[in-house]
């Protein structure tokens, strides 16, 4: 007489069960952050958000503009010599607009 395996009655499954997991499963995703610009770690919930951020960001620093004559520099070191030297057109009080 060979002996007869012994099934055991398969675990019920609630469905409330399995919505739940699968939920935790799409938050476990790592998101995108920004170690640039001071934000130390920042989060986006999406890729194309720390993309644009990133675009914004370095948009600002890469221009300089002069707050006299509103002339646009690549770099703020440009907008110093530029406003120290004395080349800024706005300093010069040749055009009295009163
Ligand atoms: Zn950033
Ligand atoms: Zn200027």
Redesign the pocket.
Known sequence: MAPEPIFSSPPTIHPGDSNDRSLRVVSSRPRPQCWEHGCEGREFSTFSNLLRHQREKSGVVAKAE?P????VFTRTTARNI??AQGK????GRESSAE
């Open positions: 002069c006299v004559c509103g002339a530029h406003v800024c057109k706005g300093t």
